[in-house]
Each structure stands twice: as C-alpha cells, then as structure tokens.
C-alpha cells in the first residue's frame, strides 16, 4: 500500500490516523508493518465502507482524520484511484525505520562481517556475474549522482540498478538521498573490514 506525501505527513504529525482505497480485496491486514520515509507505519484496522443510498458513507470526520478537507473530496480522489469497493484504513506511526540505526551501526565483529560477506556473496551467486561489490565501490566513488547516470555507468536499466541498491540498503550498507545514494557508516565499515575482496 503507497502512502501519499501527504498522508504521510500526517501521521508524522498525528492529524491522519486514516486512509481510504478502492481494491477488489484488502491489500493489506490488520498488523501488518509498512517502512515509509517517517518510519513504520502499521495498519490498525480495516473495514469495508457500507453504501447508503448508492453512496460510500464516508463521514466528514473520518475523511479529515485521512487528510481530506470533506467526504466529497475523500471521495473524488479515491474514486480516480482503482476499482472495487472502497475500505477506511486505520494507521498509526509506530516507530523509526530499523534500517537507520542498522545502517549507522559500523562496529562489526568478524562474525557479522561473514555474515554480511555470505549474505552478499549468495546474492552474487544468483546474478549471472558479481555485483554487490561494484555497486557498493561505486556508490563510495559517485555519492549523491542520481540513479540514472549510475546505472547508464554499469550498462543496466535505471530500475534494476535501483531494486539493487535496495537490497543493499536492507542490509543497512546504503542509505537513499533526495539525490542518488551514499555508503552508510556500516557500509564502509564492511568494505573496510573486506578490502582485499
């Protein structure tokens, strides 16, 4: 489930505690944890909205607690946005996203260090050549340039290039910027540590 810019500003400041979609079924359940640019975000309740009279019944109140100035307005943008029935989300902010302390974690014992160097190393070995060193030298060598010209540097799509470096940011060994990427501290601690490679 994408969160808008807005909604998610909203949580972070507590006015959104609701989100509206239209799916043919819930695409999410009640628990389930999503990692979002304000941290983790986790799905409190969901409920399919009953019709009255044709309509969603969507009170006024509950489409300001989703962000929206009215229900008329809650519902024009969720009526341009899917097909199927219409479901009140409930949502709360539960915390910061674990990646950042991960990735700001550069005190490595040898076994993380093997076990950051078996993680990559499988990773390696289902791709039909190496690449997670590359990619972590490169985006040591290239902060901050924007993605397209790093993939355009490797001879891959922009998108590959980025689901990549997403796997390496799981590991905490990369960190996103508004422009392109940057080695983490843990990042630099395992390459560190991984020199002779």
Do not use: H, N
Not at 8 to 22: H, I, K, P, W
Not at 48 to 60: I, L
Not at 108 to 137: F, H, I, K, N, Q
Not at 150 to 159: H, K, N, P, T
């Amino acid at each position: 489930m994408l969160l808008t810019r807005q909604t998610l500003s909203g949580l972070e400041d507590g006015t959104v505690t609701l989100a509206y979609r239209r799916w043919l079924a819930p695409r999410v359940r009640v628990g389930g944890r999503m990692r979002t640019r304000i941290g983790v975000v986790e799905v409190t309740s969901i409920d399919r909205v009953p019709d009255v009279d044709g309509m969603p019944d969507v009170p006024d109140d509950d489409a300001r607690a989703a962000g929206f100035r009215s229900a008329d307005a809650a519902l024009a943008w969720v009526a341009a946005k899917g097909e199927g029935d219409l479901y009140r989300i409930g949502l709360r902010r539960v915390g910061e996203d674990p990646r950042i302390a991960l990735r700001q974690d550069a005190d490595l014992s040898p076994e993380e260090v093997e076990g950051l160097r078996a993680r990559l190393a499988r990773m390696d070995r289902a791709a039909p050549e190496p690449w997670t060193r590359p990619y972590l030298e490169l985006i040591v060598a290239r902060p901050e340039v924007v993605a397209r010209e790093l993939a355009a540097s490797l001879g891959v799509e922009r998108d590959y290039f980025k689901i990549r470096v997403r796997r390496l940011k799981e590991l905490g060994l990369t960190e996103s910027l508004p422009v392109g990427y940057r080695i983490s501290p843990r990042g630099r601690a395992y390459l560190g540590a991984t020199g002779g490679d």
